[in-house]
């Protein structure tokens, strides 16, 4: 979080995007649609702008989204959250997960999380206090894995709180149901709650590969807190327009940090993010676009592959890490701020999402991860590009 002169550093996000943008590179670091999500949910939000919803919503959000949330729980996964009490609106999944850990861990707590691991993840545990502990993702013909071992041994009498992520930024990975089991195990054995980021829920990418929230693993609903947003599911990454649910007792230490950090979340965004969940046109267009990314997901591993790099295949989420180590080069990090002025291409390094000289920072350190979100043409232009490097 702190860089050697104290001060806090800009995310990776910002910095390769910024590169990306002086450089005049194609941008495939930050992960953000090219395309928009549906016309009918950016009328909605201009409608609700028109009649005049401008002022402070409700703390924990209006009641139509968290219905809507609440009912979209029900539909695909059986869970049954109380919209009144066990819903929170949040000023996207970013402010949940901050809020989340800010609530229920402090300092002499473990929070436990994959490795690699979403680089928001370690900022909001160390704001919190708490130690952060991992257990590795491993590449395997599978894809990356959890090493059930070392998850196993990363518990301990002071993990406090699992922080899941499935589909996983940034390896693509969706967590098995025997993977989920293991965790559900361990976390109820020691007694540790459970904060899942399933913002990619409806981003899986293959026929046999389904999402499975945590929660509806047996026993699990009470010690868990779920966590999604509007931003990956419709294509409106800049709406910050997220979601917890669980339990009554989590959800309100939840929004009783969220009143301080935001007090409340964008009043127009919420009635059209309600129309979204419930609109059966827009359903189909979230289908068409996991469809599409699917397509998108094959093109740039193929080109990444017919490139030179080593290709892990991702199973969700709008991205995919590659090996630059059969290119040559061994540093993921400094690849990345050369690869501007050696190909035109942005890309982030794996690196950003490991701990500094862990088993699996060193394991991924020649990795790249790239994002598929984007039109053909660009990815087909960057595939162009990354070809110089050979
Ligand atoms: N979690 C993960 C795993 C993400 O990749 C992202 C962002 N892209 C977020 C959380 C943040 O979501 P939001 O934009 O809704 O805050
Ligand atoms: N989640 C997106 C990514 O991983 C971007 C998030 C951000 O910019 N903070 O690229």
Redesign the pocket.
């Known amino acids: 979080l702190l860089a050697p002169d104290g001060q806090v550093r800009a995310?990776i996000?910002?910095e390769m995007s910024a590169l990306a943008e002086s450089t005049g590179s194609v941008n495939l670091?930050?992960?953000?649609p090219d395309v928009d999500g549906p016309a009918s949910v950016a009328r909605a939000a201009a409608q609700a702008i028109a009649d005049g919803r401008n002022q402070y919503p409700p703390g924990p959000g209006i009641p139509a989204l968290r219905h809507a949330v609440a009912e979209h729980q029900k539909a695909h996964y059986g869970l049954d959250p109380d919209p009144d009490r066990e819903v929170l609106v949040t000023t996207g999944a970013?402010e949940a997960l901050a809020a989340a850990v800010l609530a229920l861990a402090g300092p002499g707590d473990e929070v436990l999380t994959l490795e690699p691991f979403?680089?928001?993840y370690a900022a909001v545990i160390a704001l919190s206090g708490a130690t952060h502990t991992t257990a590795p993702l491993r590449a395997t013909p599978d894809g990356f894995r959890v090493d059930l071992d070392a998850l196993a041994t990363a518990f301990t009498d002071r993990t406090r709180l699992v922080l899941l992520n499935t589909p996983h930024?940034?390896t693509g990975t969706v967590l098995t149901p025997d993977e989920l089991a293991a965790v559900a195990r361990l976390a109820t054995a020691h007694d540790a709650l459970v904060v899942t980021d399933e913002v990619y829920e409806h981003l899986v990418l293959d026929p046999g590969v389904r999402h499975v929230p945590i929660a509806t693993l047996p026993g699990m609903a009470e010690r868990t807190l779920t966590i999604s947003s509007a931003g990956k599911t419709f294509s409106f990454?800049g709406w910050k327009v997220g979601w917890v649910t669980g339990p009554e007792h989590l959800v309100t230490a939840v929004r009783t940090v969220k009143q301080f950090l935001t007090y409340v979340s964008g009043a127009p965004f919420q009635p059209a993010v309600a129309f979204a969940l419930r609109d059966p046109d827009v359903a189909a267009w979230v289908r068409d676009l996991a469809a599409s990314l699917a397509s998108r997901r094959d093109r740039l591993c193929a080109g990444l592959e017919a490139a030179g790099f080593g290709v892990v295949r991702p199973q969700g989420t709008?991205?995919v890490l590659a090996d630059s180590a059969p290119l040559g080069f061994d540093d993921g990090a400094a690849l990345c701020r050369a690869l501007p002025g050696l190909a035109g291409v942005v890309g982030?390094p794996v690196t950003a999402f490991t701990h500094d000289g862990s088993d699996v920072d060193r394991a991924l350190r020649s990795w790249v991860r790239f994002?598929f979100v984007k039109r053909d043409e660009v990815l087909d232009e960057a595939v162009a590009r990354l070809s110089r490097l050979r």
């Open positions: 995310t996000f910002a670091g930050q992960g953000f970013t979403y680089d928001a930024n940034p990454t709008y991205f982030v994002t």
